[in-house]
């Protein structure tokens, strides 16, 4: 039992820290006077994958790739059919009023993407760069839109209410306590979460693979789980849909992109052969929602979830 409880200690340390981070990370900038558009395009879509980055890069320099990649895989198939899927259960998402289009191309363009490289054998530096350039040219695309859009519809204020827990004024002391305590506890949960996955994929003859498809997947996708349950309750239904596209193609871009250069990512066939093809699957899901403007029902949510506890036990 003991490595599952020091999983779960993991897990809850990555998420606490996590937060701790982006709560610091947000204010201290607003203190320095970096606008609010510019830390929530950057700063907070950086703080909230934290978990999944620290997580790649931990189980690459301790020789256990196949749990980076499983993480991301997995959190992405994760992302859309159970963190949509459970929100639309409780209350349903209109997602008929959102307008996604644009971001929802570029995440397949970007899954499209990453599965080209997969198919390359190994993830390397090379394969980094590439993703990463990518995320460049995205982030770019969405700052120069929000500019213009922010010239032409409003008067330039800085929308802080729209940013958790954002506050100018918060004094520097605290806005140190969180970036200290972000800064410690990553790299201490990503420790001790891949540390005790590996013995339990050992103790258990399961692959690394199935380990970070599951256990560590699933718990990296809390965040989101929480925040889109939010949004959903507050018929935010843009925010939910939103947060689910921008984190899938941040972890695809950025996680591996970055984890490559502490070293190279081999892709065993079983990601070749299904686990990258259950992800686009999922992603085509969206298709109705995003350009048919239908909503995600409560009958659509028991569809999504129902896949997802599907994929797990063929996984497991």
Not at 183 to 206: Q, S
């Given at each position: 039992?003991?490595p599952w409880?020091m999983?779960?200690?993991?897990?809850?340390?990555?998420l606490l820290?996590?937060?701790?981070?982006?709560?610091?990370?947000?204010?201290?900038?607003?203190?320095?006077?970096?606008?609010?558009?510019?830390?929530?395009?950057?700063?907070?879509a950086?703080?909230?994958?934290?978990?999944?980055?620290?997580i790649?890069?931990?189980?690459?320099?301790?020789?256990?790739p196949?749990?980076?990649?499983g993480?991301?895989?997995?959190?992405?198939?994760?992302?859309?059919?159970l963190?949509?899927?459970v929100?639309?259960?409780?209350?349903?998402?209109h997602?008929?009023e959102c307008?996604?289009r644009?971001n929802?191309?570029?995440?397949?363009?970007?899954?499209?993407?990453?599965?080209?490289?997969a198919?390359?054998?190994?993830?390397?530096?090379?394969?980094?760069?590439?993703?990463?350039?990518?995320?460049?040219?995205?982030?770019?695309?969405?700052?120069?839109?929000?500019?213009?859009?922010?010239?032409?519809?409003?008067?330039?204020?800085?929308d802080?209410?729209?940013?958790?827990?954002a506050?100018p004024?918060?004094?520097y002391?605290?806005?140190?306590?969180?970036?200290?305590?972000?800064l410690?506890?990553?790299?201490l949960?990503?420790?001790?979460?891949?540390?005790?996955g590996?013995?339990?994929?050992r103790?258990?003859?399961?692959?690394?693979?199935?380990i970070?498809?599951?256990?560590?997947?699933?718990?990296?996708?809390?965040?989101?789980l929480?925040?889109?349950?939010?949004?959903a309750?507050?018929?935010?239904?843009?925010?939910?849909l939103g947060?689910?596209?921008?984190s899938?193609?941040?972890?695809?871009?950025?996680?591996?992109?970055?984890?490559?250069?502490?070293?190279?990512?081999?892709v065993?066939?079983?990601?070749?052969?299904?686990?990258?093809w259950v992800?686009?699957?999922?992603?085509?899901?969206l298709v109705?929602f995003?350009?048919?403007?239908?909503?995600?029902?409560?009958?659509?949510?028991?569809?999504?979830?129902?896949?997802?506890?599907?994929?797990?036990?063929?996984?497991?």
């Amino acid at each position: 039992m003991m490595p599952w409880l020091m999983s779960g200690l993991g897990l809850v340390i990555l998420l606490l820290a996590g937060d701790a981070l982006v709560r610091g990370a947000v204010n201290l900038s607003l203190r320095l006077g970096v606008p609010a558009l510019i830390v929530s395009l950057t700063i907070v879509a950086f703080g909230t994958s934290a978990p999944e980055l620290l997580i790649a890069i931990q189980a690459v320099a301790e020789h256990a790739p196949s749990i980076a990649l499983g993480n991301v895989v997995g959190s992405n198939t994760a992302n859309i059919l159970l963190v949509l899927g459970v929100p639309a259960i409780l209350t349903g998402l209109h997602t008929s009023e959102c307008d996604s289009r644009k971001n929802y191309i570029y995440m397949l363009i970007a899954s499209v993407l990453f599965i080209g490289l997969a198919f390359c054998g190994v993830f390397t530096i090379w394969s980094g760069l590439v993703l990463l350039a990518a995320l460049a040219i995205v982030l770019g695309m969405a700052f120069r839109e929000a500019r213009d859009h922010r010239r032409c519809c409003d008067d330039g204020a800085d929308d802080l209410e729209d940013i958790e827990e954002a506050d100018p004024n918060m004094p520097y002391w605290r806005v140190g306590v969180y970036l200290v305590l972000g800064l410690i506890g990553l790299p201490l949960g990503a420790h001790i979460l891949v540390d005790n996955g590996t013995e339990i994929a050992r103790t258990y003859h399961v692959s690394e693979r199935v380990i970070g498809l599951t256990l560590i997947a699933i718990g990296t996708s809390l965040p989101e789980l929480a925040t889109t349950v939010m949004a959903a309750l507050r018929r935010q239904a843009d925010v939910a849909l939103g947060n689910v596209i921008g984190s899938n193609m941040f972890n695809l871009l950025a996680i591996v992109g970055v984890a490559t250069f502490i070293g190279p990512i081999p892709v065993k066939s079983a990601f070749l052969t299904f686990d990258l093809w259950v992800m686009l699957g999922a992603s085509l899901l969206l298709v109705p929602f995003v350009f048919l403007k239908q909503d995600i029902t409560r009958a659509w949510g028991f569809v999504l979830s129902g896949l997802y506890l599907a994929y797990m036990a063929m996984v497991l």
